[in-house]
Antibody
Framework: QVQLVQSGAEVKKPGASVKVSCKASGYIFINYLIHWVRQAPGQSLEWMGWIKPASGNTKYSQNVQDRVAITGDTSASTAYMELSSLRSEDTAVYYC?????????????????????WGQGTLVTVSS | DIQMTQSPSTLSASVGDRIIITCRASQSFNDGLAWYQQKPGKAPQLLIYGASKLTPGVPPRFSGSGSGTEFTLTISSLQHPDDFATYYCQQYNRYPYTFGQGTKLEIE
């Protein structure tokens, strides 16, 4: 079945970096955007950015764009999100999510920026 | 950024009730609006996209409508325990994509 499986929980000190992986299976990885969304404890959801695995093109939220890098390994059907210069406010569950509808050729379906398949989430705790 | 404001923040209702959750946007747009359901400790699940399109596999008691700055999610007849969860709206009309603060639906 279609699924996204993320790497395990991380505990990091302020100022460090974290890299979370998201392995896709059950569909053609390069045909769909992968988004990253995070959720601080008891809070709402925050969109961070996306990658188009076929091209490696990315788009980031300006709220994190100076500290985040989203990459993809098409041979492993895996996307990665690396967040640097961590601070306590980055403590959250980080989700990868597949965009609804595919991107074939140079164009994407109109609803690719909604999220139809989600990973299980990765808790990143930033604490000294 | 487009701010998304949901109301109410908490809603108490009973099995069989019809409920409406509203999402208001700080800027107007047509149909780049989605609704998600989230249960404790789980990832969100997409219910509605394009403001009114039902995700395949989602029960038809869920429906969405609206445009401009006001959008609604309606559940026609609440089912226990499936529907008692937190609901979020999301706009994907302009970057950065933003979510509402959530509406927690509780059993009355």
């Amino acid at each position: 079945q279609v699924q996204l499986v993320q790497s395990g929980a991380e505990v990091k000190k302020p100022g460090a970096s974290v890299k979370v992986s998201c392995k896709a299976s059950g569909y053609i990885f390069i045909n769909y955007l992968i988004h990253w969304v995070r959720q601080a404890p008891g809070q709402s959801l925050e969109w961070m950015g996306w990658i188009k695995p076929a091209s490696g093109n990315t788009k980031y939220s300006q709220n994190v764009q100076d500290r985040v890098a989203i990459t993809g390994d098409t041979s492993a059907s895996t996307a990665y999100m690396e967040l640097s210069s961590l601070r306590s406010e980055d403590t959250a569950v980080y989700y990868c999510a597949r965009g609804l509808g595919d991107c074939l050729g140079g164009s994407c379906s109109p609803d690719v920026h909604t999220f139809d398949i989600w990973g299980q989430g990765t808790l990143v705790t930033v604490s000294s | 950024d487009i701010q998304m404001t949901q109301s109410p923040s908490t809603l108490s209702a009973s099995v069989g009730d019809r409920i409406i959750i509203t999402c208001r946007a700080s800027q107007s747009f047509n149909d780049g609006l989605a609704w998600y359901q989230q249960k404790p400790g789980k990832a969100p699940q997409l219910l509605i996209y394009g403001a009114s399109k039902l995700t395949p596999g989602v029960p038809p008691r869920f429906s969405g409508s609206g445009s401009g700055t006001e959008f609604t999610l309606t559940i026609s007849s609440l089912q226990h325990p499936d529907d008692f969860a937190t609901y979020y709206c999301q706009q994907y009309n302009r970057y950065p994509y933003t979510f509402g603060q959530g509406t927690k639906l509780e059993i009355e």
